[in-house]
T-cell receptor, first 116, second 120 residues
Framework: KAGVTQTPRYLIKTRGQQVTLSCSPI?????VSWYQQTPGQGLQFLFE???????NKGNFPGRFSGRQFSNSRSEMNVSTLELGDSALYLC???????????????FGPGTRLTVL | GENVEQHPSTLSVQEGDSAVIKCTYS??????FPWYKQELGKRPQLIID?????GEKKDQRIAVTLNKTAKHFSLHITETQPEDSAVYFC???????????????????FGKGTKLTVNP
């Protein structure tokens, strides 16, 4: 079974631009979560989706948004990019609906975003 | 909200020695505690997890212990090998009550990570 995939793997943008990142979960998985990983802040939760609905959101500004499609694929969008948005963006998928006991999350390889 | 502290931030051991990484969490209602290993340039991979109703879990050279009273959990790696060198993250999953509607949340709150180096 194929793992979680993310595209693109690397991205370079300039300040003020916007970017869309894509995540395809493991086949059959319906929950998708997004995390931002930076050297200073570590792994921080952005948001999660299940059945095309945002179920939870982390403490990020409104410039960060996302959505999930009927096939469980998810996208996240960052508008008006800032230098501090440079990070590795990871998505993770899980099989069962959110919050059920001990639902393991499988991570994708991430998208490395560099903002110049 | 939940807060997870992880120590040490770096750890260097000799091959064959044991390594211990400790984490504390703030929300006593957290019920799931996974550990992830991230090698350089790769994705985080789950290596072991523990549920709040279990005090200890072991998988070959890796073990995790949980003390719910003290709100801390630890990763133990025995007979370390150079391929164990990586960054290790602990995490806690907040209680379902964080999410207003039925169900719950998969949100994981991570520690800042421990860079483990195993010297041959």
């Amino acid at each position: 079974k194929a793992g979680v995939t993310q595209t693109p793997r690397y991205l370079i943008k300039t300040r003020g631009q916007q970017v869309t990142l894509s995540c395809s979960p493991i086949s059959g998985h319906r929950s998708v979560s997004w995390y931002q990983q930076t050297p200073g802040q570590g792994l921080q939760f952005l948001f999660e989706y299940f059945s095309e609905t945002q179920r939870n959101k982390g403490n990020f500004p409104g410039r960060f948004s996302g959505r999930q499609f009927s096939n469980s694929r998810s996208e996240m969008n960052v508008s008006t990019l800032e230098l501090g948005d440079s990070a590795l963006y990871l998505c993770a998928s899980s099989l069962r609906p959110p919050g059920l006991a001990f639902n393991e999350q499988f991570f994708g390889p991430g998208t490395r975003l560099t903002v110049l | 909200g939940e807060n997870v502290e992880q120590h040490p931030s770096t750890l260097s051991v000799q091959e064959g020695d044991s390594a211990v990484i400790k984490c504390t969490y703030s929300d006593s209602a957290s019920n799931y505690f996974p550990w992830y290993k991230q090698e350089l340039g790769k994705r985080p991979q789950l290596i072991i997890d523990i549920r709040s109703n279990v005090g200890e879990k072991k998988d070959q050279r890796i073990a995790v212990t949980l003390n719910k009273t003290a709100k801390h959990f630890s990763l133990h790696i025995t007979e370390t090998q150079p391929e164990d060198s990586a960054v290790y993250f602990c995490a806690a999953r907040g209680p379902p009550r964080e999410y207003k509607e039925e169900g719950g949340s998969e949100k994981l709150v991570f520690g800042k990570g421990t860079k483990l180096t195993v010297n041959p």
